[in-house]
């Protein structure tokens, strides 16, 4: 059964589990690396790919990832929504790598102005919309949405990952979508996981 009220997990990352990025101008930022606690596992983002272009309602100007040594992978994305949106159809899903990539635990979808105007009390989405709030203002604010150029540039923080993870390659899945069904955004986050320590790195490959 689909949680109505899990759209926080869409919102966010826009753009992506609970992950934590930095959303800013179309600019060059630095990246702090997080070395206060060790995980049993690495997370690499291997890939952001903006799919289903070009979209009817929306244009994107450039969606690329950028990736830098000894760094997160940044998303560095740029969309114009011309019209104002007052109703966001938001769908997450997520897939793990088999022989090929196949439905995995998460799969919800919910409108998301309603989640931001109406605000109810649960936890996990609760803790991912604050992040947004954080480093994604633009993307978790109340509606109406649209109307202007969303420039973003975001990154994955390791100190908001769980503290633990299956290993293996991952695709996370976020569309969203206006009131008539047409999709305005879609985007595909690949995601490679693999246990810490050589023995195990070995095993897992």
């Given at each position: ?6 759209v926080?997990?869409?919102m966010?990352?826009a ?5 934590c ?6 600019v060059?930022?630095?990246?702090a690396?997080n070395t206060?606690?060790?995980?049993p596992y690495?997370?690499?983002?291997t ?5 289903g272009t070009p979209y009817?309602r929306?244009?994107?100007?450039y969606c690329?990832t950028v990736l830098r040594?000894?760094?997160p992978?940044?998303l560095?994305v ?6 104002t949106?007052?109703?966001?159809w938001?769908?997450?899903?997520l ?5 090929s990539?196949k439905p995995?635990l998460?799969d ?9 105007k109406n605000?109810?009390?649960i936890?996990l ?7 947004m ?6 993307l978790a604010?109340?509606c109406p ?5 969303y420039n973003?540039?975001?990154w994955l923080?390791e100190r908001y990952t769980?503290?633990?993870i299956?290993?293996g390659?991952?695709?996370?899945d976020?569309?969203f979508f ?5 999709k305005?955004?879609?985007?595909e ?6 246990r810490?320590g ?8």
């Open positions: 059964m689909k949680d109505r009220h899990i926080g997990l869409g966010i990352l753009t992506i589990l609970s992950y990025g930095q959303s800013v101008g179309n060059e930022v630095s990246v690396r206060t606690s060790i995980k690495s997370l690499k983002i890939k952001y790919l903006c799919v009817q929306t244009l994107v100007n690329k040594r000894n760094h992978a940044v560095n740029s969309v114009v929504a011309p019209e949106l007052n109703w966001i938001v769908k997450v899903k897939f793990y790598k088999f022989s990539y995995f998460i919800l979808e919910q409108e998301g102005c309603e989640y931001v605000r109810p009390i936890p989405a609760d803790y991912i919309y604050q992040i709030q954080k480093t994604a203002p633009e604010s109340p949405h649209g109307n202007k150029t973003i540039v975001w923080e769980p503290k633990s299956p290993a390659d991952y695709r996370l976020i569309q206006a009131h008539d069904k047409v305005l955004f879609a985007l986050t690949y995601i490679t996981v693999r810490a050589v023995i195990a790195s070995m095993i897992e490959w």
